[in-house]
C-alpha cells in the first residue's frame, strides 16, 4: 500500500509539473504597455481590458507586476507620449487600441525598434516596413453575419405572427436600421455583414444606416435610435459602443412600438431585457495570449493578424429570451459553415452594386480613402476581408442600404 500510495505522490507532482510548464514562467521584468481610448465604461475598450487580463493570466502574469495601463488617451500628441511613458518603464510591447492612435504608435516604432508596437485596428504596418510595427483586429464581420440570422430570424417570427405594420414597410420590403458610427469601411463592413446575415433569412428587407460621427454618445446613439424607429425600422442594429440605442428600443417595446436590438462588444440585456437579441463581440483574449507570448519568448509576432470563428476570437452573446424559437441551433449551422469555408459573408453572388455583381473591388483603408490596385479583393466569388490588412477594408455600398448622413 505504501508502494502504490508513494506512486501516486509521484505521479501527482509529475502532472503538477507539466501543467506548469504549459505556460511561461512569471516574470515581474516582462512589462506590457497599454494605450486605451476609453476606459471600462465603455464597451469597445472594456472589450479590450477583458481580452488582456485573460491573456495575462494565461501566459502567468499579473496585472500589478506586468501590465502598465493607459485610460482615456486621446487621439493625439498624448497617446505618443503615454507610449513613451510605457517604454520608460520598461515595457518590451506596446499595445494602442484606436485607429486614431496609430499615428503615433507607428512614431513610436520607429524611434525604439527594439520595442513592439501595436495598433489596434489599424492598417499601415504593413507599408511602414517596420518589423517592430503591428496591426490587428478580429473577424468581426463574421459575429456580426451570424447576428444578422438572429435578427432574421426574429423578423420572419415577426412576419409570421402579422406584426409588421404597414409603416414598416417600403413597397414590398420591411425596413430595419442601424445605428453608425462613422461612414468608415470598418462600419461598412460590420453593417454590411448584418444586412446579409438578416437578408439571408428575411430576402425582402431594405436597411437605414443613421450615423452619429462619434465611437461612444449614449444620447447621439439614443437619438439615431429613435430617429430610425420613427422612420418604421422594425429592427435596430448598430455599430456604436455605448447602450443608448438599446435603451431606446426597451422604452419604445415596453411603450408599444414593435422593435428590437442588436447590440455591440457586451451584452445589452441588462439595459434591454425583452429588445435585445444578442450582440457580436470580440475576444481579443485570443491575439493578446499569441502576441504577448510570443514577445516573452523573445520572438515577434505577425504584422497583421486576423481572426475570426475559425480561432474562437469572435462570437455573439447569449441570446435573448425574445429571439425566436430554432435561433441557436441555425446560429449553430451558420458558424459551422462559416468555419468549414462553404459560407462566406461577403458571397458576391448575395449582392450587387447599383444593380450590376460585384467582380472586382480592392481592399481600402479604414477610411475608405485608397485602393491599391495590387490588393483585388474579389476571387473565387466572394471579397476577401482582412486579408491583405487586418483592419477591415469591405467600403462597397451594396443596393438595400440607405446612408440617411
Request: hydrophobic fraction near 40%.
Amino acid at each position: 500500500m505504501k508502494k502504490v500510495i508513494a506512486l501516486l505522490m509521484v505521479l501527482a507532482m509529475v502532472f503538477a509539473i507539466a501543467a506548469c510548464s504549459a505556460k511561461p514562467a512569471a516574470n515581474k521584468d516582462f512589462k506590457v504597455g497599454v494605450v486605451l481610448v476609453g476606459d471600462e465604461n465603455e464597451g469597445y475598450t472594456y472589450s479590450h481590458i477583458e481580452g488582456i487580463k485573460e491573456a495575462i493570466a494565461e501566459l502567468g502574469l499579473t496585472e500589478e507586476a506586468n501590465v502598465i495601463w493607459k485610460y482615456s488617451i486621446p487621439e493625439s500628441e498624448l497617446c505618443y507620449d503615454a507610449c513613451v511613458d510605457c517604454i520608460e518603464q520598461g515595457c518590451k510591447v506596446v499595445f494602442t487600441n484606436s485607429y486614431g492612435h496609430q499615428t503615433y504608435a507607428q512614431q513610436v516604432a520607429e524611434e525604439y525598434p527594439d520595442i513592439q508596437v501595436c495598433a489596434m485596428t489599424g492598417d499601415t504596418a504593413r507599408a511602414s516596413g517596420l518589423k517592430n510595427f503591428h496591426n490587428a483586429f478580429t473577424n468581426i464581420y463574421e459575429a456580426r453575419y451570424v447576428a444578422g440570422v438572429v435578427a432574421g430570424l426574429k423578423l420572419q417570427q415577426l412576419i409570421d405572427e402579422g406584426k409588421v405594420a404597414d409603416k414598416n414597410k417600403d413597397g414590398d420590403n420591411i425596413k430595419i436600421g442601424y445605428v453608425g458610427a462613422f461612414p468608415y469601411a470598418e462600419v461598412v463592413s460590420g453593417y454590411t455583414a448584418f444586412y446579409l446575415g438578416l437578408k439571408s433569412i428575411v430576402p425582402n428587407v431594405v436597411m437605414d444606416v443613421q450615423y452619429t460621427n462619434s465611437w461612444f454618445d449614449i444620447t447621439g446613439e439614443k437619438e439615431a435610435a429613435l430617429a430610425l424607429i420613427d422612420r418604421g425600422c422594425i429592427i435596430i442594429g448598430q455599430h456604436a459602443d455605448s447602450t443608448g440605442a438599446p435603451k431606446a428600443c426597451e422604452d419604445m417595446l415596453n411603450a408599444g412600438t414593435t422593435v428590437y436590438s442588436v447590440g455591440y462588444n457586451v451584452d445589452m440585456l441588462a439595459v434591454a431585457p425583452t429588445a435585445a437579441l444578442t450582440s457580436p463581440t470580440n475576444l481579443w483574449s485570443k491575439f493578446y495570449s499569441y502576441a504577448i507570448g510570443e514577445v516573452m519568448k523573445g520572438g515577434n509576432f505577425d504584422t497583421n493578424w486576423a481572426k475570426g470563428y475559425e480561432a474562437d476570437a469572435v462570437k455573439i452573446t447569449p441570446l435573448g429570451a425574445s429571439c425566436a424559437p430554432g435561433t441557436q441551433e441555425k446560429v449553430d449551422e451558420v458558424i459551422a459553415a462559416i468555419k468549414g469555408g462553404s459560407l462566406h459573408v461577403f458571397d458576391t453572388s448575395t449582392f450587387t452594386v447599383g444593380g450590376a455583381p460585384v467582380t472586382s473591388a480592392f481592399a481600402t483603408d479604414t477610411d475608405g480613402d485608397w485602393t491599391n490596385d495590387a490588393d483585388e479583393a474579389v476571387f473565387d466569388g466572394y471579397f476577401h476581408e482582412s486579408y491583405f490588412q487586418s483592419a477591415p477594408a469591405f467600403s462597397l455600398r451594396i443596393d438595400g442600404i440607405t446612408e440617411l448622413n
